[in-house]
């Protein structure tokens, strides 16, 4: 998922190396796609390729990610998208994209394999899986709201939350319905000229951050508090 | 096999709905998967889920296991290239375009906007496979332990997911 709060990385120059094979860029998102565990892809994105290979600095990094969290499609696999174009253009987009989804996705084909080879036989499996789905909610709705306490920073961001829970789930719309009708009444609450875009709704829950490398820029609360309006 | 444009058709439709993260499509993919083609039962699919939680890169790449699960390898990759073609060649094309709207007053509009919208999103797909996973006080607990040990330590999930399967193996078989 999105979790920005990688390690960041330390500004130093980025933009005169020259660009990487397309079969690098290929290597680079396959060993990403292959040792990211424990979700957070995007911090493993940064700490890859604005830290070790320098291929994109923090602050172009930042920037795509909001165009991806505007956008229909993973945040990982978007990042691929546009920093392999970035890169390369369409063929390194492509290899980017392929890289990182080719590990899990062949381990998701074993494991539906063995999924169903198992799953009939032991009662034992069948507990396992119910223990790590349970585990699977608690770890998806933290990331929810590490992420919502960053994105959500004044009291309508709240409505328009409950509005969207409230047509997905009581009035049982699409979702497609509801990010329609709700994306537009937010876009508009927030148009040009309309309501601000910057508050501080849960500024005291955020963590004043741990681990924050001794380099860079100090004041960076406010750089990386902004959500997906953060760029703007 | 006949299943595979509907498996396109599902997963190019659902890909469109993850904006803010995969778990958007979630209240979704179960109605189309598990209510109206009947390819996985509402369990099987939350397994698959959890299972995919734990293999790296994008965090849905438990759409892979359907596909296999309802055609082979062949729906495998089939539902894979319908659930990241689309999405993929929209974000090429409006990344492009999106660099050079740069000045554009809507455009921070339309990204502030749709902040709020995908968390709410996010949510409502928890609430969605909170439904089938949390079947009684055990697995509610399990599931606010882990959410707990997030929030305050942002440690890596995987071990703590590791220990729920062993906790799970012992407690619910």
Redesign the interface.
């Known amino acids: 998922?999105?979790d920005v709060?990688a390690p960041a990385c330390e500004p130093e120059g980025t933009a005169s190396l020259p660009p990487p094979s397309v079969l690098g860029i290929f290597l680079v998102f396959l060993s990403?796609?292959?040792?990211?565990?424990?979700?957070g892809?995007v911090a493993y994105l940064r700490s890859s390729l604005v830290g070790r290979q320098r291929w994109v600095d923090d602050e172009t990094f930042l920037e795509?990610l909001?165009?991806?969290?505007?956008?229909?499609?993973?945040?990982?696999?978007?990042m691929a998208?546009?920093v392999g174009?970035r890169l390369r253009g369409?063929a390194g987009?492509a290899a980017a994209?392929v890289g990182?989804?080719?590990?899990?996705?062949l381990?998701?084909?074993v494991?539906?394999?063995a999924?169903?080879a198992t799953?009939s036989r032991g009662?034992?499996v069948?507990?396992?899986?119910?223990?790590?789905?349970?585990?699977?909610?608690?770890?998806?709705?933290?990331?929810?709201?590490?992420?919502?306490l960053k994105?959500?920073t004044r009291y309508?961001?709240?409505v328009?939350?409950?509005?969207?829970?409230i047509g997905?789930?009581v009035l049982k719309q699409?979702?497609?319905v509801?990010?329609a009708v709700?994306?537009a009444?937010?876009?508009?609450?927030?148009?040009?000229g309309?309501a601000p875009?910057k508050g501080d709704l849960f500024a005291g829950l955020l963590?004043a951050k741990?681990p924050r490398p001794p380099q860079g820029p100090q004041s960076s609360d406010d750089g990386k508090g902004g959500?997906?309006?953060g760029?703007? | 096999m006949n299943q595979l444009l509907p498996l396109i058709a599902v997963f190019s439709?659902l890909?469109?709905?993850?904006?803010?993260?995969?778990?958007?499509?979630f209240?979704?993919l179960k109605y189309l998967t598990v209510d109206v083609h009947h390819w996985v039962t509402f369990s099987?699919l939350?397994?698959?889920?959890?299972?995919?939680?734990?293999?790296?890169?994008?965090?849905?790449?438990?759409?892979?296991?359907?596909g296999?699960?309802v055609a082979g390898?062949l729906g495998?990759l089939v539902v894979?290239l319908a659930f990241?073609l689309p999405?993929?060649l929209?974000?090429?094309l409006?990344?492009?375009l999106?660099v050079r709207l740069a000045d554009w007053?809507?455009?921070?509009?339309?990204?502030?906007?749709?902040?709020?919208?995908?968390?709410?999103?996010?949510?409502?797909?928890?609430?969605?496979?909170?439904k089938?996973?949390?079947?009684g006080w055990e697995?509610?607990a399990?599931?606010?332990?882990?959410?707990?040990v997030?929030?305050v330590t942002?440690t890596?999930?995987?071990p703590?997911?590791a220990?729920?399967?062993?906790?799970?193996?012992?407690?619910?078989?």
């Open positions: 998922m999105s709060s990403i796609g292959a040792t990211s565990f424990g979700g892809v795509l909001s165009i991806c969290q505007s956008l229909p499609g993973l945040n990982a696999s978007n998208i546009l174009d369409t987009a994209l990182i989804c080719l590990p899990g996705g381990m998701m084909v494991a539906a394999i999924y169903g799953h009662n034992v069948d507990g396992m899986l119910h223990g790590v789905s349970a585990a699977a909610v608690g770890m998806v709705l933290a990331v929810s709201v590490q992420l919502g994105t959500l309508a961001d709240l328009f939350v409950a509005l969207t829970i997905v789930e699409s979702v497609l509801v990010l709700v994306g009444m937010a876009i508009f609450w927030y148009r040009p309309g875009h963590p741990a959500g997906p309006g760029a703007a | 439709y890909s469109l709905l993850t904006v803010g993260g995969g778990m958007a499509a209240p979704e099987q939350i397994h698959l889920y959890s299972i995919g939680q734990m293999a790296p890169g994008p965090n849905m790449m438990m759409i892979a296991a359907v296999q699960w390898p495998a894979t990241f999405t993929g929209l974000t090429l409006v990344g492009r999106w007053p809507w455009r921070a509009s339309i990204q502030r906007g749709l902040g709020p919208v995908s968390i709410g999103l996010l949510l409502a797909g928890v609430i969605s496979i909170g089938g996973a949390i079947t697995t509610f399990l599931s606010a332990a882990v959410f707990g997030l929030i942002r890596n999930p995987l703590l997911i220990l729920a399967a062993v906790v799970g193996a012992y407690a619910f078989r």
